[in-house]
């Protein structure tokens, strides 16, 4: 019973990142905010975490579990459907109808994400492998083409795409910080439990992540681009929905929750 309903709360999930509120992805991804040299200085990832590489400190979560699902929902990480990760954690249904002003600013901070993956030299990941590649019988929860089974890289992008999110949702909802940060965690830390990247490219890149907002909030274009995604949030807030996936996120989250960060 408790896999069904699982199943079928990421089903939901998933199936709103196709069709929910009639929302579609832009016709024309918009540019990012970073120059190329600006990028360059992002390029210098921070050193890993040496208790974080090998198969001791991937997740230990089960196939098929309720936190197996979560990490599945959450490699749906496209601007139009990834805010709805943001949901629980900020009583809303963010994906319910478009929100073209947050979806821009998405859609921008995720070009310049593309961009740094594009331009950065690839370090191969840990051991040259992807974690479900290093060990026989260890499952991903996504499939890949051949060509992308073992080009895992440090950072690993979709966490830098988790931590710019979350710092992007917690300048938008202030009084949610620490919250929103913890949510971007756990999609960053979906990654590894999905057996896509190990722990170490999982924080390199959530550290990433957030150094990228930073640069791009200096911009001068970020400010107004932000207040319009600020005032949809709020918006959506004010409406009184909650999402359906709420419970399941709760249930995955008591099976198994990333770790804390690091203090600075």
Known sequence: MIRRAAVAAVAALLAGCAAAGGAAGPAT?????????????LTVAPAADPDLDGLA?????APGSDRWWMATAHAELRPPWAPQHFDCVLHTRLADRPRPALARVMGRLTADVTALARQRPSTGGVAGVRPFEATLGLEPCERLPAA??????????????????????AALVPEAAGEVRRTAREIGWSRAVCRMNWPAEVEAGLDTGAR??????????????????????????AEGLSSAACAAERRALRQWSAPAAASS
């Open 29 to 41: 991804a918009p540019g990012g905010y970073l120059s190329p040299a600006a990028l360059e200085a």
């Open 57 to 61: 400190g991937l997740p230990p979560v």
């Open 148 to 169: 992308g089974r073992t080009n895992g890289a440090s950072p690993a992008t979709g966490a830098v795409l988790a931590g710019a999110y979350g710092e992007m949702f």
């Open 212 to 237: 990228l907002f930073a640069a791009a909030a200096a911009q001068p274009d970020f400010a107004p681009e932000l207040e319009g995604a600020r005032v949809e949030v709020a918006a959506a807030r």
